[in-house]
């Protein structure tokens, strides 16, 4: 229930308005009372005192209103409906059927139920962040994953802070501060957010080495640009977009082979980072820490939320005194990452011990390898239901369609799907104004459905679809 759209009187009113009540009169109205219960007094009072000043303001204004306005069914009304937006968390669960598993913009992965677990025991009760109960003393909060990590990717030592932007900054700021840092041209990637690598170099205090071209360097590039003021050598995985054709690029062995000649360190940026030979799951391959680190990298760099499938971090893993360097700059503990962030992570690296159950424990894994077959009979299942619901507004049709991984993440590499595909009834002029209200329909259902719009309809990808009876149950409240 809103104000009624105000109009202009041209003549005196028929039916005088009473005068408007007092705050305090409208809190004692027992409807508005029974408001407060709910949502507290000082919410119910502000929200009282707007409502009035919006009244006084339209009679000023010698703007129309009912006459009964001001009766307590009324007033009531709309306090309930401004009370209830406003007291509506703006971070909200959607379903994602837009065909992007890793979507940023809707929480990128999602994590396993062992993680939340141990998010909500991190969150509602004292925990063990850096205290060592076996000696009795401080901690590290690192203690708690950086064995982990060291046995699964091979590496010496391992850190994490917030992000995999503040971890590439942390290691150039710790490693190359007012040196130069040497870097394929190819490889200055800019990612989602205007987060280029250039930028972040400059900001970190290195001094950038391009070497190469767009679309080849040679190894001989590196080795000229090589001199005392050379802090290390970077490779960046270039993971949100791929250049064909006539290319070359160093391979990692011999850029090893090249900075350990000249006393350098290799660090190598991985960004989506996946623990798993991707394969193993009839997926295309994404290089992995542990492939850089048997090559001889001596830094690696990736993200926590995107292919690992846990929660938001960037992770640093490698040798020993290079992680202490990093540990120790000041801004690490600007960049460290809190209990329920760590609490995750260490549940999500104790699936990877156990690798034959990984993909049925571990979400993202289980959608990106989620078969065809399964995501077309789900579509078939739903499509009588969404029929009917949409009987009056659209067509709705079983397609073949492709998904993709999402975060940057093999950006080429498309993954075989079903969707929903619903066509509006009205085509020619006025189509595309019916599709937006479709869309902002299912937008507006009580858990909101988030599809993409391609080719004139809006599309419902079925790929991260494991509520089904959720999205059914709630079809009867799509208002168009």
């Known amino acids: 229930m809103s104000l009624p759209s105000p109009h202009r009187a041209e003549n005196a009113r028929a039916t005088p308005l009473p005068a408007i009540p007092s705050v305090d009169r409208v809190l004692n109205l027992p409807a508005v009372c029974a408001l407060t219960e709910i949502h507290g007094r000082q919410s119910t009072t502000s929200a009282v005192r707007q409502l009035l000043a919006e009244l006084r303001e339209r009679l000023a204004g010698n703007l129309d209103l009912p006459a009964d306005a001001f009766a307590e069914i009324q007033l009531a009304g709309v306090l309930a409906q401004r009370l209830c937006a406003a007291s509506q ?3 909200r669960p959607v379903l994602n059927l837009t065909g992007t ?3 940023t913009n809707l929480g990128r992965a999602r994590l396993p139920d062992e993680a939340v677990a141990a998010v909500v025991m991190a969150a509602s009760q004292a925990c063990s962040l850096e205290y060592d109960l076996g000696s009795g003393k401080r901690g590290d909060r690192d203690d708690l994953i950086e064995s ?5 990717t091979g590496a010496e030592a391992a850190t994490v802070v917030n992000n995999n932007a503040a971890a590439v900054f942390l290691a150039l700021n710790s490693l190359g501060l007012r040196k130069q840092v040497i870097v394929s041209r190819g490889e200055l990637v800019e990612i989602g957010g205007s987060f280029r690598v250039p930028d972040i170099m400059a900001r970190a205090g290195c001094r950038l080495r391009e070497v190469g071209t767009t679309n080849r360097t040679h190894l001989k590039d590196f080795a000229d640009a090589i001199d005392t003021k050379t802090a290390l050598l970077l490779k960046v995985h270039t993971s949100n977009y791929a250049i064909q054709g ?9 850029l090893v082979e090249l900075a350990h000649d000249h006393n350098l360190p290799f660090m190598v940026d991985l960004g989506s980072g996946t623990l798993v030979n991707l394969r193993d799951f009839g997926l295309p391959q994404e290089p992995t820490p542990m492939d850089s680190l048997a090559a001889g990298a001596d830094l690696v760099t990736f993200s926590g939320d995107k292919l690992l499938g846990g ?3 960037g992770i640093l893993a490698g040798r020993r005194d290079l992680i202490a360097r990093i540990k120790k700059n000041p801004l690490k503990r600007a960049l460290r990452v809190d209990k329920m962030t760590m609490a995750a992570l260490e549940a999500v690296l104790q699936l990877y011990r156990d690798p034959d159950r990984l993909v049925t424990r571990l979400p993202t ?5 989620r078969a065809a077959t399964d995501i077309e009979r789900s579509a078939h299942t739903l499509l009588p239901a969404m029929s009917a619901a949409l009987a009056k507004v659209a067509e709705v049709e079983v397609r073949p369609c492709h998904s993709q991984i999402g975060s940057g993440s093999l950006p080429i590499n498309l993954l075989p799907s079903f969707c929903l595909t619903i066509l509006p009834i009205q085509r020619g002029k006025g189509e595309g104004t019916a599709l937006k209200k479709i869309e902002q329909a299912f937008r507006n259902l009580p858990v909101p459905v988030i599809g993409r719009v391609s080719e004139g309809a809006f599309c419902l990808d079925l790929r991260c679809l494991e509520q089904t009876e959720m999205l059914q149950s709630q079809l009867g409240s799509l208002r168009f």
């Open 246 to 254: 006539f290319t070359t690029s160093a391979e990692e062995a011999a």
């Open 365 to 369: 894994l289980r959608l990106l390898a």
């Open 89 to 91: 968390p703006r971070l």
């Open 148 to 152: 982990l990590l060291c046995e699964i």
């Open 101 to 103: 598993v890793l979507h």
């Open 311 to 313: 929660p938001q971090a």
